[in-house]
């Protein structure tokens, strides 16, 4: 399947009913390679589509392909092996359970684990501000920098005890080893802010910089995306961030 995602990536989608292997890479390879390369091809079935999203916009000259598998089961090396590749690959694990008239879809997205490495022990990688650069470029790393920055300042200003930590996908405030909310990234200059909200009091939630982008139930988290990466202001979000770590910890 061919689709576009709400950061303007043209997707890859493969889906299997069966365990995943390493012989599917070739495939998925050989897809995104004929998506970068054809772009008019692209173009043309988004022009035919009766039914585009008004507030997606593609860069025709710039395409950012991204692949997704959804499959039953994997093998227990794709996960490490796709982390080479250089495409963005999400490897979506799609179980279904059935108990008695009930019918239940768990769905998790696999990541590589760390694997041990044969030799001298070595250090694990921590996670900087020069990493996101090198994944993201200045710009955005900036941008997403001055939102961690002032999330932080807002976070001493309430006298709250949230460390934050750099991680690969997101940047987290924790309470103990929760975490309340976090700066992450959506794509690769793309990033957006997740608290940890009921569904209920974000759904429909506008301001002049954010709009509400999607709830997952799973993890009790809201994800809120700016309007203009440039422009973002974080205060909007403050009442929301003291909902967050009300509902986190318990207080009132």
Known sequence: MLGVDQDSRVCIIEMKN????EDILPQILKYAIWAETNPDSIKAIWLECPHKPEDIELDWDNLEIRVIVVAPAYRSTVPRITGKIGYPIDLIHLRRFV???DEFLVVDTLEEKPQPKRGTTKVMIDWDWNYYESEHGQEATGQFRNAVEHIQKFVKKKEWDLPYNLNKYYTGFKLGNRVVFS???????AWNVRMKLPKDLVVGFESPSWEFQ????EFHEATFRPRDRKEADLSELEDLLVTAYKYVSGTR
Do not use: I, L, M, Q
């Open 18 to 21: 069966e365990e995943v292997t």
């Open 214 to 217: 999607r709830h997952n139930e």
């Open 99 to 101: 108990f008695v008239n």
């Open 183 to 189: 700066v992450g990234w959506g794509g690769t200059h």
